[in-house]
Protein backbone atom coordinates (compact mmCIF):
# COMPACT_ATOMS: atom_id res chain seq x y z
CA UNK A 1 0.00 0.00 0.00
CA UNK A 2 1.20 3.45 -0.96
CA UNK A 3 1.09 5.69 2.11
CA UNK A 4 0.76 8.62 -0.24
CA UNK A 5 -1.69 7.80 -2.51
CA UNK A 6 -4.41 5.77 -0.25
CA UNK A 7 -7.80 5.58 -2.25
CA UNK A 8 -10.14 7.19 -0.20
CA UNK A 9 -13.15 9.22 -0.52
CA UNK A 10 -12.66 12.96 -0.33
CA UNK A 11 -14.12 13.82 2.55
CA UNK A 12 -11.81 11.74 4.57
CA UNK A 13 -8.94 12.52 2.55
CA UNK A 14 -9.46 16.42 2.50
CA UNK A 15 -9.51 15.99 6.42
CA UNK A 16 -6.61 13.82 6.53
CA UNK A 17 -4.43 15.97 4.17
CA UNK A 18 -6.04 19.14 6.73
CA UNK A 19 -4.62 17.18 9.95
CA UNK A 20 -1.63 16.10 8.08
CA UNK A 21 -0.74 20.43 7.24
CA UNK A 22 -1.28 21.27 10.57
CA UNK A 23 1.15 18.74 11.85
CA UNK A 24 3.82 19.63 9.75
CA UNK A 25 3.16 23.36 10.40
CA UNK A 26 3.15 22.98 14.37
CA UNK A 27 6.62 20.84 13.89
CA UNK A 28 8.13 20.34 17.10
CA UNK A 29 7.48 23.70 19.15
CA UNK A 30 4.55 22.29 20.84
CA UNK A 31 4.41 19.46 23.05
CA UNK A 32 2.60 16.52 21.34
CA UNK A 33 -0.50 16.52 23.39
CA UNK A 34 -1.41 20.06 22.37
CA UNK A 35 -1.61 18.16 18.50
CA UNK A 36 -4.84 16.74 19.33
CA UNK A 37 -6.27 20.31 21.19
CA UNK A 38 -5.31 22.24 17.52
CA UNK A 39 -6.35 19.13 15.00
CA UNK A 40 -9.47 19.08 16.47
CA UNK A 41 -10.13 22.91 16.62
CA UNK A 42 -9.33 22.86 12.87
CA UNK A 43 -11.67 20.30 12.33
CA UNK A 44 -14.22 22.11 13.77
CA UNK A 45 -13.11 24.88 11.36
CA UNK A 46 -13.58 23.12 8.41
CA UNK A 47 -17.18 21.49 9.22
CA UNK A 48 -18.46 24.93 9.66
CA UNK A 49 -16.62 26.27 6.51
CA UNK A 50 -18.31 23.39 4.20
CA UNK A 51 -21.47 22.69 6.18
CA UNK A 52 -20.49 19.31 7.58
CA UNK A 53 -22.07 18.91 11.14
CA UNK A 54 -24.21 16.40 11.00
CA UNK A 55 -27.32 16.37 14.10
CA UNK A 56 -27.87 12.94 14.45
CA UNK A 57 -30.71 13.21 17.06
CA UNK A 58 -32.87 14.48 13.87
CA UNK A 59 -31.94 11.62 11.62
CA UNK A 60 -34.38 8.44 11.65
CA UNK A 61 -31.75 6.19 13.63
CA UNK A 62 -31.74 3.21 16.34
CA UNK A 63 -28.86 2.79 18.79
CA UNK A 64 -26.97 -0.10 18.36
CA UNK A 65 -24.12 -0.40 20.63
CA UNK A 66 -21.22 1.80 21.78
CA UNK A 67 -17.91 0.92 22.57
CA UNK A 68 -14.59 2.39 23.70
CA UNK A 69 -14.53 5.09 20.47
CA UNK A 70 -17.62 4.62 18.91
CA UNK A 71 -21.59 4.87 19.53
CA UNK A 72 -23.46 2.87 16.96
CA UNK A 73 -26.56 3.56 15.18
CA UNK A 74 -28.68 2.02 12.28
CA UNK A 75 -31.72 3.39 10.07
CA UNK A 76 -30.82 1.79 6.98
CA UNK A 77 -30.96 -1.80 6.10
CA UNK A 78 -27.18 -1.89 4.70
CA UNK A 79 -25.40 0.76 6.50
CA UNK A 80 -24.19 1.73 10.37
CA UNK A 81 -23.13 4.98 11.32
CA UNK A 82 -21.00 5.19 14.08
CA UNK A 83 -20.11 8.27 16.13
CA UNK A 84 -15.98 8.18 16.73
CA UNK A 85 -14.59 10.47 19.53
CA UNK A 86 -11.03 9.57 18.13
CA UNK A 87 -10.30 7.98 21.67
CA UNK A 88 -7.92 5.20 19.88
CA UNK A 89 -6.01 8.27 17.87
CA UNK A 90 -3.81 8.90 21.01
CA UNK A 91 -2.52 12.56 20.76
CA UNK A 92 -1.99 12.51 17.14
CA UNK A 93 -5.15 12.56 15.28
CA UNK A 94 -3.28 11.60 11.66
CA UNK A 95 -3.26 8.05 13.80
CA UNK A 96 -6.76 7.96 13.05
CA UNK A 97 -6.95 8.75 9.73
CA UNK A 98 -3.76 6.16 9.12
CA UNK A 99 -6.26 3.60 10.78
CA UNK A 100 -9.23 4.59 8.51
CA UNK A 101 -6.83 4.52 5.23
CA UNK A 102 -5.04 1.43 5.82
CA UNK A 103 -9.00 -0.40 6.87
CA UNK A 104 -10.41 0.65 3.22
CA UNK A 105 -7.42 -0.98 1.48
CA UNK A 106 -7.40 -4.23 3.68
CA UNK A 107 -11.07 -4.87 3.94
CA UNK A 108 -12.32 -3.41 1.51
CA UNK A 109 -15.41 -5.47 1.85
CA UNK A 110 -16.79 -3.04 4.68
CA UNK A 111 -14.90 0.12 4.20
CA UNK A 112 -15.07 3.38 6.05
CA UNK A 113 -16.96 6.56 4.44
CA UNK A 114 -16.91 9.38 6.45
CA UNK A 115 -20.18 12.26 5.85
CA UNK A 116 -19.15 14.34 8.44
CA UNK A 117 -18.97 15.39 12.26
CA UNK A 118 -21.33 15.94 15.15
CA UNK A 119 -21.37 15.17 18.98
CA UNK A 120 -22.00 12.17 20.48
CA UNK A 121 -24.12 11.55 23.74
CA UNK A 122 -21.21 12.87 25.86
CA UNK A 123 -20.76 15.78 23.67
CA UNK A 124 -17.33 14.40 22.08
CA UNK A 125 -16.21 16.00 18.80
CA UNK A 126 -16.73 12.76 16.39
CA UNK A 127 -16.33 12.21 12.88
CA UNK A 128 -19.38 10.73 11.13
CA UNK A 129 -18.42 7.37 9.52
CA UNK A 130 -20.73 5.08 7.40
CA UNK A 131 -20.23 1.52 6.84
CA UNK A 132 -21.95 -1.39 5.25
CA UNK A 133 -24.10 -3.38 7.37
CA UNK A 134 -22.95 -6.70 7.72
CA UNK A 135 -25.31 -9.83 7.82
CA UNK A 136 -23.56 -12.41 9.76
CA UNK A 137 -24.01 -16.05 10.61
CA UNK A 138 -21.60 -15.67 13.54
CA UNK A 139 -18.48 -14.43 15.10
CA UNK A 140 -15.33 -15.31 13.35
CA UNK A 141 -12.86 -17.99 14.71
CA UNK A 142 -9.65 -17.21 15.95
CA UNK A 143 -8.19 -19.82 12.98
CA UNK A 144 -10.58 -18.07 10.47
CA UNK A 145 -9.21 -14.78 11.43
CA UNK A 146 -5.33 -15.79 11.13
CA UNK A 147 -5.81 -17.92 7.94
CA UNK A 148 -7.28 -14.84 6.39
CA UNK A 149 -4.55 -12.44 7.80
CA UNK A 150 -1.83 -14.37 6.56
CA UNK A 151 -3.49 -14.58 3.23
CA UNK A 152 -3.35 -10.64 3.44
CA UNK A 153 0.38 -11.34 3.49
CA UNK A 154 0.52 -10.49 7.87
CA UNK A 155 2.00 -12.67 10.68
CA UNK A 156 0.47 -13.32 13.83
CA UNK A 157 2.56 -11.99 16.88
CA UNK A 158 0.06 -12.78 19.36
CA UNK A 159 -3.40 -14.31 19.17
CA UNK A 160 -5.18 -10.87 18.27
CA UNK A 161 -1.84 -8.78 16.38
CA UNK A 162 -0.89 -9.03 13.25
CA UNK A 163 2.33 -7.40 11.46
CA UNK A 164 3.43 -7.36 7.62
CA UNK A 165 6.70 -5.00 6.76
CA UNK A 166 4.88 -1.57 7.43
CA UNK A 167 1.35 -2.08 9.27
CA UNK A 168 0.60 -3.87 12.97
CA UNK A 169 -2.87 -4.75 12.92
CA UNK A 170 -4.83 -5.36 16.26
CA UNK A 171 -8.01 -6.56 18.22
CA UNK A 172 -7.95 -8.58 15.30
CA UNK A 173 -10.43 -10.80 18.07
CA UNK A 174 -13.86 -12.66 16.85
CA UNK A 175 -16.48 -9.75 18.50
CA UNK A 176 -14.38 -7.33 16.05
CA UNK A 177 -14.54 -9.91 12.80
CA UNK A 178 -18.02 -11.21 11.21
CA UNK A 179 -18.65 -14.33 8.96
CA UNK A 180 -21.09 -13.02 6.53
CA UNK A 181 -23.71 -15.07 5.20
CA UNK A 182 -22.03 -15.39 2.42
CA UNK A 183 -19.23 -16.90 3.85
CA UNK A 184 -16.75 -13.93 3.69
CA UNK A 185 -14.96 -12.15 6.47
CA UNK A 186 -15.76 -8.57 7.69
CA UNK A 187 -13.04 -7.07 9.43
CA UNK A 188 -15.63 -4.41 11.19
CA UNK A 189 -13.40 -2.87 13.74
CA UNK A 190 -9.79 -3.55 14.34
CA UNK A 191 -7.02 -0.99 15.13
CA UNK A 192 -4.03 -0.30 12.50
CA UNK A 193 -0.83 1.47 12.86
CA UNK A 194 2.02 2.15 10.92
CA UNK A 195 4.97 -0.11 12.39
CA UNK A 196 7.77 1.68 14.23
CA UNK A 197 10.55 2.42 12.00
CA UNK A 198 13.70 0.30 12.87
CA UNK A 199 16.89 2.23 12.96
CA UNK A 200 20.12 0.24 12.55
CA UNK A 201 23.14 1.65 13.76
Known sequence: MDREHSQVNSLLAE??????REKKAAGNVEPAEGYKR???EELKLFA?????WININSLPLSYLSKGGENEVFTGHEDIVFKLNNFEYA???LENFFIRIEAHN???SNVTYQMIGFAYNSQHEFCAVLVQPYVRAKREATEEEIAEHMQALG????YEDEYHNAEYEVFDAVPNNVLYGIDDK???IDTQIRFRPIEITL
Open 105 to 107: VFF
Open 15 to 20: AANLIR
Open 38 to 40: RQI
Open 90 to 92: GED
Open 48 to 52: TQHNL
Open 154 to 157: FEMV
Open 185 to 187: LYF
